[in-house]
């Protein structure tokens, strides 16, 4: 069964440090989205993302955030100076159309120190 | 705003049925869905009903929609120690450019005794 895939697994970054998340969605996809979890707490939306553009973004995704589509099959998430609150599991999803269920990567875990 | 509430913890004996509870509170969801989060891995995808249903059965599970009172539980029958795991409801919310987001609860810690 197709999935999506986030690389890396583990990601170990330093204050202030720009860092890029990678995501391949499922290849028939067509809506893209982050969503983050710090430990212990809800899972949150960050942003969607469909037909090369940012669809709905929450008030978590601010100016230090950005998303890109740069081919046919990655979708990034870009965090441009670090902070320790980012620290979390960043989790990548997508679906085909209409209200179709989200499919979940197995996430990447991002550490700021 | 929209919130999804859900107890946090639920202690069963291996092949009892387990009964996971959640509230909504944004009455326009058009989705509500059940992951599965197994500890160090991703959000798995267990099942999902639509708002103008109210039950549906899927194997040894099965999902109850209570509209009137924006209630929706899971039942897992003859739970197994490979179910123990976070189980998040979700509900699917559309502000207006269709994304359909998800909004989830903080998750049920199921643990499974054998």
């Known amino acids: 069964e197709p999935e999506v895939t986030q690389t890396p697994s583990h990601q170990v970054t330093q204050m202030g440090q720009e860092v890029i998340l990678r995501c391949v969605p499922i290849?028939?996809?067509?809506?893209f989205y982050w969503y983050r979890q710090i430990l212990g707490q809800k899972v949150e939306f960050l942003v969607s993302?469909?037909?090369?553009?940012?669809?709905?973004k929450s008030e978590i995704f601010d100016d230090q955030f950005s998303v890109e589509r740069p081919d046919g099959s990655n979708f990034t998430l870009k965090i441009r100076s670090t902070k320790l609150e980012d620290s979390a599991m960043y989790f990548c999803?997508?679906?085909?159309?209409?209200?179709?269920?989200?499919?979940f990567g197995d996430g990447t875990r991002l550490s700021i120190l | 705003g929209e919130d999804v509430e859900q107890s946090l913890f639920l202690s069963v004996r291996e092949g009892d049925s387990s009964v996971i509870n959640c509230t909504y509170t944004?009455?326009?969801?058009?989705?509500l869905y059940w992951y599965k989060q197994e500890p160090g891995a991703g959000l798995q995808l267990l099942t999902y009903i639509f708002s103008n249903m109210d039950m549906k059965q899927d194997q040894r599970l099965t999902v109850l929609l209570n509209k009137k009172d924006k209630h929706l539980s899971l039942r897992i029958a003859d739970t197994q120690t490979g179910d123990s795991a976070i189980y998040f409801c979700a509900e699917s919310i559309s502000p207006g450019a269709g994304s359909y987001q998800l909004t989830f609860g903080k998750g049920t810690k199921l643990s499974v005794i054998p």
């Open positions: 290849s028939n996809h067509l809506y």
């Open positions: 944004d009455s326009s969801s058009t989705y």
């Open positions: 993302f469909y037909n090369n553009e940012i669809s709905e």
């Open positions: 999803a997508s679906r085909t159309y209409s209200n179709q269920p989200q499919h």
